[in-house]
């Protein structure tokens, strides 16, 4: 872990099993301690305070753009250089577990992008998404090639009903022919650590949107 580097923060509530969700980012370490900002709620993104003791799962992404999660809990609220932040118990290295390598968790959905190149530009929805890529329809009369690098504008609407928009560089991979229409598959090149958080976050949450639907 870096300084700099983005977390997402999830508390289980112990009475309702309701799990709110938090963004932060580490300011500072030492080797009992990570430092962090203030957490922010990301339903009201208001800044939050949390006792000492308070139980986080964290989520970051790691080396080699691998998902690492671990449990920690607050250790109390410091000022550095005169910036409030909250101190987490630093994690021993075998208490961290890698939940997705470069594979990530993929969720079929439609999400409106929009999509530039060198001379050309258009709206679409997606067929699927993960923090590694997604798969767009092509519309008629949009001509394309593997390899081809392309700018791409997503946005995203979650759990909580908030907007995140994410902007990333992205390479063209397959075109994919069907009866239906054609589909491009794309490949993130350039795409900041904080926006693959939120396209992580944003499929865990389709994911088990999912799940629920067919359980009911």
């Known amino acids: 872990m870096k300084i700099g580097m983005a977390l997402s923060l999830e508390v289980s509530d112990p ?15 030492n080797e009992q301690y990570l430092f962090i900002n203030l957490p922010i709620d990301t339903h009201t993104n208001k800044t939050t305070f949390f006792r000492e003791g308070t139980q986080f799962t964290a989520v970051y992404i790691g080396d080699g753009q691998s998902v690492q999660m671990f449990k920690t809990q607050a250790a109390g609220t410091y000022r550095l250089d005169n910036i ?17 390598r470069r594979r990530f968790i993929r969720v079929k959905t439609a ?10 530009g258009f709206t679409t929805v997606t067929q699927d998404i993960s923090a590694g890529g997604l798969s767009i329809v092509l519309p008629t009369g949009i001509n394309v090639k593997e390899k081809e690098m392309l700018t791409v504008w997503l946005v995203l609407i979650m759990r909580t009903g908030e907007y995140q ?9 397959r075109i994919d022919q069907g009866k239906d229409g054609s589909r491009l598959s794309l490949k993130f090149k350039e795409i900041t650590n904080a926006a693959q958080q939120k396209i992580i976050r944003f499929c865990f949450d389709e994911q088990l949107r999912t799940r629920r639907k067919e359980l009911s």
Not at 15 to 27: A, C, F, P, T, W
Not at 87 to 98: F, G, M, Y
Not at 165 to 173: L, T
């Open 165 to 173: 928009y994410i902007h990333a560089a992205a390479e063209v991979i």
């Open 84 to 100: 409030p932040a909250l101190a987490i118990q630093l994690p021993d290295a075998e208490q961290i577990k890698t939940i997705q």
């Open 111 to 120: 999400v409106d992008v929009a999509v530039h190149g060198k001379n050309l």
């Open 15 to 29: 009475d309702s099993g309701e799990v709110s969700k938090y963004r932060s980012k580490i300011i500072d370490q």
